[in-house]
């Protein structure tokens, strides 16, 4: 059952978007989420769409995968859809029944918004499908290296993630271990309703949260006898270079970007089937 | 020259009760005086509780004596100046292997040294290629090491701690948490390093039998250095060591029992060919 969480899955295989570098997938990911909402015509869906289907192949990660990505945020979607159908006024009432009523502006405005919703979540998942949790962490931190003249701790933020992502499978275990040991004791996990089960999990977490601070204060040693003494000073082992296929990736961005923000512009904002 | 060097060294900790406050003081370490010379392999053993990993600790300043002095190559381990220098000298290896691996990857675990101080990039390159060519996990170093045995996980820690080049390396019960396999892979890791490398390896343990390698042996009993001489010496001497709760390897054990009944063998035996060929001499 915890085995099930997969945030920051990765799809391994050889492409050149695997390839890339980080700092271009989350750049290119952001500006992508932030052209969803940049235009408001059926022409601009169209590019769009292209463009993430383009990405989709040379991603090589298969589409079932993808999709697959999208059930848990089906009934976020549902409600979202609903709320723009019915609660949108329009010049034109569509259908009408009981206290509900169907304009084609809330139309319009619900099958856009399902759109945007489900490109936003394909979009960022290429971009986990694509790139391991270590890359992403030295990503993070390079992009946000100027802000450490404002006194945000960046390099320790991006070392918290990439240890966290270490020891979660470690930390699975032992949730394993504990839970097996408590069953053994006759702990009953499985029965009762919910506040049950949640009153239930108190003997799980109590001892792997005590483990976990024990790990932590090891760790710290382990760390400060191998000479760690924050971000100063320290070199990379992996340092991130851009190479000539990143600047093409942020050159053909840039082409999709313009394309949006002209079709934004000058195309209006009906074209539309009724 | 002497790689290490301690002076009436004490370590002092706060004792708290149940709602934190100080009761008392406990002694961890009790005027101790040890030398160990360049090169060596000495070895420290005593039960648990007996000071022996708080000593270690103090090798690599991750703990700071509370009297008397410490030298690890000729740095006073008190001067915040020389802290980095003390660390780099003097490498450490933990008892749990899941909890000092840092990396996601066997190899950028072993890069992780080197990137602290300030090595630059190829030059991590080499060392981590060689420290993991040393330690025999090179075929390993792109996995993950959540995937390892764990005596493959102590090698990659024992790799981790060589890339930083250090003159002497500590090994605190590195083999406590693993099964006799695991154990023997890392001893004779251990043992190729120090023939290989000339680093200073220090031991602490409670296994006797990991020690009779050793050019030096230190028996540790609440605090204080009670037994200190080779391997062959302390082993001679099985009812001192019973005394201070430790167990004797079984052929010195038997060994010694058949002296004590009037067989004429040396004492201080501690390989089972010894005894071996010493009964094969009896008339």
Redesign the interface.
């Known amino acids: 059952m915890i085995r099930d969480i997969t945030i920051g899955q990765y799809y391994p295989a050889n492409s050149i978007l695997h390839r890339l570098d980080p700092r271009v997938k989350i750049v290119c990911t952001l500006l992508f989420l932030i052209s969803l909402f940049l235009q408001k015509s059926i022409l601009g869906y169209v590019v769009a769409t292209l463009f993430l289907v383009i990405v989709i192949r040379e991603s090589k990660v298969p589409f079932k995968f993808i999709v697959k990505g999208l059930k848990p945020i089906i009934l976020l979607l549902l409600i979202t859809v609903g709320f723009n159908l019915f609660l949108t006024d329009g010049p034109v009432v569509l259908v009408k029944f009981w206290i509900f009523r169907i304009t084609d502006t809330g139309l319009e405005t619900a099958v856009y918004m399902a759109i945007r919703l489900m490109y936003l979540i394909i979009g960022s998942s290429l971009m986990t499908f694509t790139t391991t949790p270590n890359e992403l962490t030295d990503g993070i931190e390079k992009l946000l290296h100027p802000l450490n003249k404002i006194k945000v701790p960046v390099h320790e933020i991006a070392m918290m993630m990439s240890i966290a992502l270490r020891f979660i499978p470690i930390l699975l275990e032992e949730t394993d271990k504990i839970m097996k040991a408590q069953i053994a004791r006759g702990a009953d996990l499985e029965s009762g309703n919910i506040i049950q089960k949640a009153k239930s999990m108190i003997p799980i977490l109590v001892p792997l949260f005590v483990s976990a601070f024990r790990r932590a204060n090891d760790l710290a040693m382990a760390m400060e006898s191998r000479c760690y003494r924050g971000g100063d000073g320290r070199t990379k082992m992996k340092p991130l270079v851009y190479k000539s296929r990143d600047r093409m990736a942020y050159a053909a961005m840039i082409v999709y970007m313009v394309l949006i923000v002209v079709i934004g512009r000058f195309v209006p904002f009906h074209i539309w089937i009724f | 020259m002497e790689m290490i060097q301690t002076e009436d060294l004490v370590f002092e900790y706060d004792k708290h009760d149940e709602e934190g406050n100080v009761i008392g003081k406990n002694t961890a370490i009790d005027g101790v005086n040890i030398d160990i010379e360049q090169g060596s392999f000495v070895a420290i053993l005593g039960h648990n509780g007996s000071g022996k990993s708080t000593l270690a ?1 103090h090798i ?1 300043a ?1 703990l700071v004596p509370s009297g008397g002095t410490m030298w690890v190559d000729g740095s006073d381990t008190k001067d915040p100046d020389k802290l ?1 220098d003390v ?2 000298t003097a ?2 290896v ?1 008892q ?1 292997p ?8 066997v ?2 675990d072993v ?11 190829e030059d ?2 080499t060392r ?1 290629e060689e420290s993991l060519r040393s330690v025999g996990m090179l075929e390993y170093r792109h996995h993950s ?2 995937k390892l045995s764990g005596g493959q996980k102590q090698r990659v820690a024992i790799a ?2 060589i890339a ?1 080049r250090p003159k002497c390396i500590v090994l605190d019960e590195p083999t406590a948490m693993l099964d006799p396999n695991g154990r023997r892979e890392v001893l004779r890791t251990v043992e190729e390093l120090r023939k290989k490398e000339n680093v200073t390896v220090i031991l602490i343990t409670h296994y006797m039998e990991e020690v009779i390698d050793a050019d030096k042996v230190c028996v540790m009993d609440s605090g204080h250095v009670v037994m200190e001489g080779t391997p062959r010496e302390i082993f001679s001497r099985v009812d001192e060591l019973k005394k201070y709760r430790l167990d004797v390897p079984q052929v010195t054990m038997l060994a010694d029992e058949l002296q004590s009944r009037g067989l004429d063998i040396p004492s201080g035996i501690l390989r089972t060919e010894e005894l071996v060929e010493a009964l094969c001499q009896l008339d």
Do not use: A, S
């Not at chain 2, 899941?98 to 990857?105: E, K, L």
């Not at chain 2, 890069?111 to 990039?121: C, D, I, K, Q, S």
């Open positions: 600790k690599n991750i980095w660390r780099q490498g450490m933990f749990n899941d909890n000092q691996i840092i990396g996601t990857i190899e950028e890069g992780f040294g080197p990137e602290n101080l300030g090595v630059p990039t991590i390159w981590v090491p959540n981790g701690v930083m």
